[in-house]
T-cell receptor, first 115, second 113 residues
């Protein structure tokens, strides 16, 4: 079956602009996660959705970052007033129901570059 | 706080030799420890995991060990092959945060022919 997909694969924007990154989880997976991976680092947790609701948004760095999952499937990560420090690969993952022992399947990521 | 330390950051071994990567975690409530492999430009993929009620788990050439008392866990790869070259991440989920994964900073493993 299809895995987690993310669009776009690459996004270049200018400082101060607004960007949206999209994630399509594996069909039937109720849990969805966003991570940010900077060069040479491990993925850093941003937010976790269970269904339509954000169950844990403790990793969002500030109020410029926001994510939604209105129908419990596709999710969009939104970044306002982008800064150069936001440049990173943004990874999305999904798991079947969000249980601690459930494997998280990662998407290919969106590489965001803020000029 | 929630923290996972990983070392070494880089590791080079001769093909056929063993490789060991070590991690420590800070939260004694951690109950699940996955290991991910990430090839250059690719997505992280789970290669093995271990639960807190198990001390060791093996899958072909890969094994993980867990010492809950010391809050240490390790990845062992035996009979290394060129395709083992990648970045490996240890991670821990936290009971208090259910599904939140905290990753280590990664180990770049290179296999010398």
């Amino acid at each position: 079956g299809a895995g987690v997909s993310q669009t776009p694969s690459n996004k270049v924007t200018e400082k101060g602009k607004y960007v949206e990154l999209r994630c399509d989880p594996i069909s039937g997976h109720t849990a969805l996660y966003w991570y940010r991976q900077s060069l040479g680092q491990g993925p850093e947790f941003l937010i976790y959705f269970q269904g339509t609701g954000a169950a844990d948004d403790s990793g969002l760095p500030n109020d410029r970052f926001f994510a939604v999952r209105p129908e419990g499937s596709v999710s969009t990560l939104k970044i306002q007033r982008t800064e150069r420090g936001d440049s990173a690969v943004y990874l999305c993952a999904s798991s079947i129901n969000g249980g601690s022992y459930n494997e998280q399947f990662f998407g290919p990521g969106t590489r965001l570059t803020v000029l | 706080g929630e923290n996972v330390e990983q070392h070494p950051s880089t590791l080079s071994v001769q093909e056929g030799d063993s490789a060991v990567i070590k991690c420590t975690y800070s939260d004694s409530a951690s109950n699940y420890f996955p290991w991910y492999k990430q090839e250059l430009g690719k997505r992280p993929q789970l290669i093995i995991d271990i639960r807190s009620n198990v001390g060791e788990k093996k899958d072909q050439r890969i094994a993980v060990t867990l010492n809950k008392t010391a809050k240490h866990f390790s990845l062992h790869i035996t009979e290394t092959q060129p395709e083992d070259s990648a970045v490996y991440f240890c991670a821990a989920t936290y009971y208090s945060s259910a599904s939140k994964i905290i990753f280590g900073s990664g180990t770049r493993l290179s296999i010398r022919p």
